[in-house]
């Protein structure tokens, strides 16, 4: 037998205990270990009853993903776990499941071919396959439905969401809580089954009559709603919904015919792409192995605005007691105010409870002075976008903040080092930008200075995994990776209306691609008037002859800065519903004409192909210059950050599936009929595509590059 599963007795009952670490993922020669152990346990006349479980901190994390790209590439043959579950549920001896930590995936398919299952009071199951563009494929549509109902097997596989051990056992998936040592508990179960009937899950078909067609109906609506652009959760309705119709053995024909479906779709590649991608954004090539995060303790935020008062809510939600400071009264009671609004809309929904709000509030103190600020161990400056202003700011606090305290910005451009240099430890200063509203979005890019210290990115970096955020490491330019990447973005999406197409149009065409919002609906979300202060201050960065959009600057002038002003782009009434402005329309002819810009017709997939392969090809300068460590971290601040669709992979990720040759061939295009200053292909994608290479391949440490 596999060292991977170990068999030992307890009496009477035999204990199967499944040992790969670090998840007791399902990876070759777990099923093979189960499988001979139990035909070990069957075999001895001694064993009555059957426990497996796992070592360490969870039973089974699923299948190995590692595995799904080798099946795919054809490397390893396709995974045949049924017969191994089926000889499970056709054991003679009762076979328990002790479940602690999480069963997900393969992990529950493999649970609920045992006769039980027993919890421990914080256990976890779900079937998350969605999240990686698949379904289960151990059976999993045709076992859930029989124990939780048809109703709450599409849900858990159409959303993924793990559920708690309580209403596992409402629910029936599983038998009984074990309080206490959970292997003692589920022996002593054994010894209670041993010799009964023992039920095979997949004999249990009361759930699954008079079942409505409706269910399904309303099921796919509310999929193509929930998780637009997915194919999966179709997928995983569609097998369900034939548990309903076929037998048990048919059902599970359709389950791995939709299976592998997905399994070789671009989503399933894109989604497992990004798995991984989100773990390893957390490794920092370089960074000395024995560095140790800084204790966080108590944190302080300059600015009380949108982006302070968010932040804030970071650090209350962590349990980390925070100082907010504000020059004026009012505005630091306004932001307050929205604080307290955005914790009051939480527990209105139900999601937090009145006394927990009341304990995140207490953790913050607004105050107008810098006292306290000397016993931070972080302090992060969330005022204005203005250089003058955040030198001022780094230099007062260089004065205040106790020796080995983190001096943070929150900038979204601006040049670190520069602000760094103000003070007496530029080792201490490191960019962390967050994303607005910062209380919900999931990016945090912490921005490398040229002498921020190991210890204070790996603080950075693990802060914001504290503070329930993805923390990618950006190097330290204009924009950093996220923003320097939307200026051809955004400049495309404005010229293409100055070319003819309408503000609807680009904004539908993006969204129609799967981002989460239209360009000029983001600029309107977010207002023009910041992007208008970043252009003035860097007017003179800016090449004489350049073409530059030229109707954003017009809005500005007249007022008009978005949705806070009711309009930019498009117009908005009191409850900011979005309709199409005429004078914005007439404006941008006007400009258009003025300009001696010729007007067409523009085709839907020129505005994806001119956005998306803009910000592709500074995707691709961003990784040749290091900025970026890896393709990888550029995908997962777009999805995070940007709303890209996480389908897609991120925008590098996507160029990879549309392959790198046919996107240098349409830059090339663009090239040609707009000039080479905003569109000379990076050198990078034309390397990678001559040689027939990657972006994800990509590694500049290990490479010379081009
Ligand atoms: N396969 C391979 N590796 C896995 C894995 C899996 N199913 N689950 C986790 N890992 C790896 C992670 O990549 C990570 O590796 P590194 O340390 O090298 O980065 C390590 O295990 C620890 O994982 P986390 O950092 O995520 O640890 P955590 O404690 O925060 O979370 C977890 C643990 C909740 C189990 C989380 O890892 C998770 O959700 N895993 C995926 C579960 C899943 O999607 N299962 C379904 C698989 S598909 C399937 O089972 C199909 C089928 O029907 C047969």
Not at 15 to 34: K, Q
């Amino acid at each position: 037998m596999a060292e991977l599963v170990r068999l030992s007795h307890h009496g009477d009952v035999a204990v199967i205990t499944i040992d790969n670490p670090p998840v007791n993922a399902l990876s070759p020669g777990v099923p093979e270990g189960i499988e001979s152990a139990m035909q070990q346990a069957v075999a001895d006349p001694q064993v009555r009853a059957v426990v497996i479980i796992g070592a360490g901190s969870t039973f089974i994390a699923g299948a190995d993903i590692r595995e799904f790209g080798k099946i795919v590439s054809g490397e390893r043959p396709k995974l045949t776990l049924l017969p191994f579950l089926l000889a499970i549920e056709d054991s003679p001896k009762p076979v328990i499941m002790a479940i602690h930590g999480q069963a997900l995936g393969g992990g529950l398919e493999v649970a609920m071919a045992g006769h039980y299952r027993v919890l421990a009071p914080k256990a976890q199951v779900g079937q998350p396959e969605v999240k990686l563009g698949i379904i289960p494929g151990a059976a999993g549509t045709q076992r859930l439905p029989r124990l939780a109902g048809v109703p709450k097997a599409l849900e858990m596989c159409t959303d993924g969401n793990p559920i708690k051990a309580q209403e596992a056992v409402a629910l029936g998936i599983a038998d009984k809580i074990i309080d206490g040592d959970l292997l003692e508990g589920a022996v002593s179960f054994a010894r209670e089954v041993a010799g009964k009937p023992a039920p095979k899950t997949r004999e249990r078909n009361e759930k699954l009559q008079a079942v409505s067609p409706a269910l399904f109906q309303a099921a796919r609506a509310q999929a193509r709603q929930k998780s637009r652009g997915l194919h999966a959760p179709l997928a995983a309705i569609d097998a369900i919904e034939a548990s309903t119709k076929l037998d048990f053995a048919a059902g599970c024909e359709e389950e791995a015919r939709l299976f592998n479906e997905c399994l070789f779709s671009t989503e399933a590649q894109a989604l497992i792409h990004l798995f991984f991608g989100e773990r390893a954004v957390a490794k920092i090539p370089g960074l000395p192995k024995d560095v140790k995060p800084l204790d966080i303790r108590r944190a302080a935020i300059i600015g009380a605005g949108t982006m302070g008062g968010g932040i804030a809510m970071n650090y209350a939600n962590a349990g980390i007691p925070v100082i907010v400071k504000e020059v004026k009264q009012e505005a630091l009671d306004r932001g307050v105010g929205i604080i307290r609004n955005n914790y009051a809309k939480t527990v209105a929904k139900g999601r937090l409870t009145q006394e927990a709000m009341d304990q995140r509030m207490a953790l913050i103190a607004p105050q107008l002075t810098y006292d306290g600020f000397d016993h931070a161990d972080i302090i992060t400056e969330a005022a204005f976008e203005n250089m003058a202003l955040k030198k001022q700011i780094f230099a007062e606090l260089d004065k205040i903040a106790k020796p080995g305290a983190i001096l943070a910005t929150n900038t979204s451009t601006l040049d670190i080092d520069e602000i760094a240099a103000v003070t007496s430890r530029p080792a201490m200063v490191v960019g962390t930008h967050f994303f607005s509203p910062a209380n919900v979005m999931k990016l945090l890019e912490v921005v490398r200075g040229k002498a921020s210290s190991p210890e204070v990115i790996a603080t950075a970096m693990a802060l914001g995994k504290k503070l329930g955020k993805i923390a990618v490491l950006a190097g330290n330019c204009h924009g950093f990776i996220g923003n320097r990447m939307l200026e051809p973005y955004f400049r495309e999406a404005q010229f293409l209306v100055e070319e003819g197409a309408s503000v609807e149009q680009v904004n539908q065409a993006m969204y129609d691609f799967g981002m989460a919002m239209g360009p000029l609906a983001v600029d309107d979300l977010a207002g023009l008037d910041i992007g208008w202060l970043i252009r003035k201050a860097r007017a003179a960065h800016i090449k004489p002859g350049l073409r530059v959009p030229l109707v954003a600057d017009k809005l500005c002038e007249q007022g008009r800065f978005g949705q806070k002003t009711g309009r930019a782009w498009s117009k908005y009434d009191q409850n900011r519903t979005q309709s199409p402005d005429p004078e914005t329309a007439a404006l941008i002819e006007s400009t258009a004409h003025a300009a001696g810009i010729e007007r067409r017709q523009i085709s839907n997939e020129e505005i994806v192909d001119r956005c998306v392969y803009g910000l592709i090809n500074e995707g691709a300068r961003i990784l040749e210059d290091g900025i970026a460590q890896r393709a990888v971290d550029i995908d997962i601040t777009y999805i995070y950050g940007y709303g890209f669709p996480a389908w897609r992979g991120g925008p590098m990720f996507y160029a990879d599936t549309v392959g790198l040759p046919k996107v240098l061939a349409r830059i090339e295009e663009f090239e040609k009929k707009h000039g080479s200053d905003l569109w000379a292909p990076a050198p990078l994608l034309k390397q990678l595509a001559a040689d027939g290479k990657k972006f994800k391949d990509f590694d500049k440490s290990k490479e010379a590059g081009p």
